[in-house]
Each structure stands twice: as structure tokens, then as C-alpha cells.
């Protein structure tokens, strides 16, 4: 089992940046698929960005495209979201999550294919 916790989130005015970690738990991370989602209030929880279990691979929602940039240390067991050009609609609890596949490559835009989540860390872009 894998435990996942978010942390950077905060209030940040458009344009600024914020970066984001989500530090797993176990020896196996490396193993895993990450992701990123959001979810604002009122809206259902929606794709920003995935990378395989290398970071070889990686797959971003057209929303978020040249903007945000995933990354991954698999020796920190950690996965990281670099936001840049921060706009009042990425307001969002956002949350990472943890898919365990045999496949190298594998990234994943669906919120059901993966396994573990953690808590959320929100994020608030001030106009």
C-alpha cells in the first residue's frame, strides 16, 4: 500500500507560480504511475497531468499545457507539479495519485485507473 501526501498549495495572485509535492509512502514508488487532479468546488475532480513510473513519459491536460510541468524523484519517492502563468481558474484542491502497473511507459488521464490518492493540497489564484 502506498500513502500519498500533498504539500505547497497557497494563495498566489495570476501569473505568480507554485510548486507542488506529493511525497509517497513505501520502498516500491517506482512501481507507480502518478498523477495530478483538481477539483474546484461545485466541478468534478478533472485530469492535469501524468508521468510514468520512470518519467520518461509524460501527459497533460490541454488546459494546463506549457504551463505546468510533472517530474519525478524516484530516490525521494516523490512527484512534483511546477505551475506557471498561474490563472484564477486553476483554483483548486489539488491531489496527487498513485496507479501500480508492470507497464514502463503507462500514463493515465482517468481518475478510476488509479489506486491510491492522497488528501489534497488547495491552491488559490487570486485575479
Known amino acids: 500500500q502506498v500513502q500519498l501526501v500533498e504539500s505547497g498549495g497557497g494563495l498566489v495572485q495570476a501569473g505568480g507560480s507554485l510548486r507542488l509535492s506529493c511525497a509517497a509512502s513505501?520502498?516500491?514508488?517506482?512501481?507507480?504511475?502518478m498523477g495530478w487532479f483538481r477539483q474546484a468546488p461545485g466541478k468534478e475532480r478533472e485530469f492535469v497531468a501524468a508521468?510514468?513510473?520512470?518519467?520518461?513519459?509524460?501527459y497533460y491536460a490541454d488546459s494546463v499545457k506549457g504551463r505546468f510541468t510533472i517530474s519525478r524523484d524516484n530516490a525521494k519517492n516523490t512527484v512534483y507539479l511546477q505551475m506557471n502563468s498561474l490563472k484564477p481558474e486553476d483554483t483548486a484542491v489539488y491531489y496527487c495519485a498513485a496507479r501500480r502497473t508492470a507497464i514502463v511507459t503507462l500514463t493515465s488521464r482517468y481518475p478510476s485507473d488509479y489506486d491510491y490518492w492522497g488528501q489534497g493540497t488547495q491552491v488559490t489564484v487570486s485575479s
Open positions: 513505501g520502498r516500491t514508488f517506482s512501481s507507480y504511475a
Open positions: 508521468i510514468s513510473r520512470s518519467g520518461g513519459s509524460t
